[in-house]
């Protein structure tokens, strides 16, 4: 006999929420440690303009609010004596590779240099005619430079031992927003401006302009380098743009998700560990007033996962460690998440990755097959990561509707079903019986008992969304062919009467829900033309 398996029902739509993606588990998993504070959120009096982390660990990070920067701990979450050093707003921050400087500018057009380890003030870089706005080291291995960029539409280059503006770079019509320093070459960096211009600078021909200049089309609030330093990311408007830097300024991809302004980007990372579905990967993280962070993949071109917050949002922040994640809002609001480690014990690895037969607990006699315990040695030791688990085949449970389809019992196997009372093994039976075209002779071979429990299955279910496509139809040849029947019998009588009435009502319903979307979709209309 040919080998059976149980009916199952159709995955038919439900009303319960879809099953997350790993990697949509993954950025959920950046949350506040319990064992460090109860709130979700640390509160400030002005709004986060900047945050940074520190390049080297353990990766402590930094936030303006108002005239200070507050350093917060990476270990403890909680915030160091700030920095206040300030005579107007702090507006934009920045480490120096090696973590050891810091760098802010302020609304008086002021760069402000201090010790990251004491908060000491070292430097003021003054020259600016408007607040600065975007101050960035660069990254690699040059200590001694850094550029920023104000509302005086100039690009300043410094030089931080002297205190002097090495070169002003020209260009830009409008506010300097932001800027990055490229992770490939310490004397390129690049710059954003409310012109809608995005520009990338050489230090080297400094005097020839601007290496390349991109349009981005709405004000630049934000611009960042992807980790090859071939491309380039621009959020302004409701746009992120990114851009071939290489190909001359190929665009290659304008994602617009969000539906209010983008005010901040930054590099986050998928990190290997999540499980075995996780891929690892680059990701860009987008922040907007809308409230909502989204998860870029710029590999696949497509969002991976998006976060709603409960009030706009206008930095955000991704440790290099990819451990925590912070995001700065317009109320003062500090959203600290944090991921837990997964600790993978070595030991327990090296002990389960070889068989052993011999005992090493002293006194224990060497294992031989004329003991007993030699044929059970093994069977609670639990498989390590290299290891290939071998499971016996379960057993497949067969129902008794479907031990009766196996033997084409037809009508026994509905009446099986029915009593069972499960409308969807029932509609799963129905359909295999369809498929079978046994369906209809089944339901002539009923007696009135059991035409009693289809009656009052059908009554019970036919107006329901998700059967009603089967049931309906069936209910209408049951009534045409068991006619005689259900007139000779009261209860069959008022079984029909009840479906009839529970019918006239369904339809009543969807006549009046219809009569609502009559009136609803024009004003809808002419909302969104607005």
Request: net charge positive; with cysteine; hydrophobic share 40%.
């Amino acid at each position: 006999m040919a080998e059976s398996f149980p009916v199952k029902p159709k995955l038919r739509p439900t009303s319960s929420k879809l099953t997350p993606t790993p990697e949509a588990k993954y950025w959920r998993s950046f949350k506040i440690p319990k064992d460090i504070e109860t709130t979700p959120s640390k509160s400030f009096t002005f709004p986060i303009n900047s945050i940074a982390f520190s390049p080297t660990a353990p990766h402590d990070f930094v936030a303006t609010h108002s005239a200070s920067v507050s350093i917060f701990s990476a270990t403890t979450l909680e915030p160091k004596p700030p920095i206040s050093s300030f005579s107007d707003t702090a507006a934009a921050v920045s480490f120096r590779c090696d973590g050891k400087l810091l760098a802010a500018g302020d609304l008086t057009g002021t760069v402000h240099v201090f010790d990251a380890k004491s908060r000491s003030h070292l430097r003021r870089l003054k020259g600016h005619a408007a607040a600065v706005r975007s101050v960035n080291y660069p990254r690699a291995a040059d200590k001694l430079h850094l550029f920023s960029g104000g509302d005086d539409s100039v690009v300043k280059y410094w030089d931080v031992a002297t205190e002097k503006c090495v070169f002003n770079l020209l260009g830009h019509k409008d506010y300097v927003r932001c800027g990055d320093a490229s992770p490939i070459s310490d004397e390129m960096f690049v710059s954003g401006s409310y012109d809608h211009r995005v520009r990338v600078w050489d230090v080297r021909v400094s005097n020839s302009g601007s290496v390349l200049e991109l349009n981005h089309e709405k004000p630049v609030e934000s611009v960042i380098y992807l980790p090859s330093g071939g491309l380039i990311a621009t959020a302004g408007g409701n746009f992120v743009k990114i851009w071939d830097v290489i190909g001359g300024g190929k665009l290659l991809y304008s994602m617009e998700s969000h539906i209010k302004t983008v005010t901040a980007l930054c590099m986050g990372k998928v990190a290997r560990g999540g499980g075995e579905e996780e891929a690892e990967g680059n990701r860009i993280l987008s922040v907007a007033l809308d409230g909502y962070m989204k998860v870029f993949d710029y590999a696949k071109l497509k969002i991976t996962h998006s976060m709603r917050f409960p009030e706009p949002l206008l930095s955000v922040e991704f440790s290099p460690d990819c451990s925590t994640r912070v995001i700065g809002t317009s109320k003062g609001n500090l959203y600290i998440g944090r991921r837990k480690a997964k600790v993978e014990s070595e030991e327990v690895g090296a002990t389960n990755s070889h068989w052993k037969i011999v005992d090493d607990e002293p006194g224990r006699k060497v294992l031989r097959p004329s003991y007993f315990r030699y044929f059970q040695r093994g069977q609670n030791v639990k498989p390590s990561e290299g290891d290939y688990l071998i499971k016996r085949a379960k057993k497949v449970k067969m129902a008794e509707f479907d031990k009766l389809l196996r033997k084409f019992r037809h009508r026994e196997a509905l009446v099986a079903a029915l009593n069972k009372r499960n409308p969807e093994s029932v509609v799963a039976v129905m359909e295999e019986l369809v498929a079978r075209r046994k369906l209809m002779k089944c339901v002539a071979n009923l007696d009135v008992e059991e035409l009693g429990l289809l009656l009052v299955f059908l009554q019970k279910y036919s107006t329901m969304p998700r059967y009603a496509g089967l049931l309906m139809r069936l209910a209408r040849k049951v009534v045409e062919s068991r006619a005689e029947d259900i007139r000779s019998s009261d209860e069959l009588r008022n079984s029909i009467r009840n479906l009839k009435r529970d019918v006239e009502e369904e339809m009543r319903i969807q006549e009046s829900l219809l009569e609502i979307q009559g009136i609803i979709s024009p004003m809808l209309l002419i909302a969104a033309r607005r």
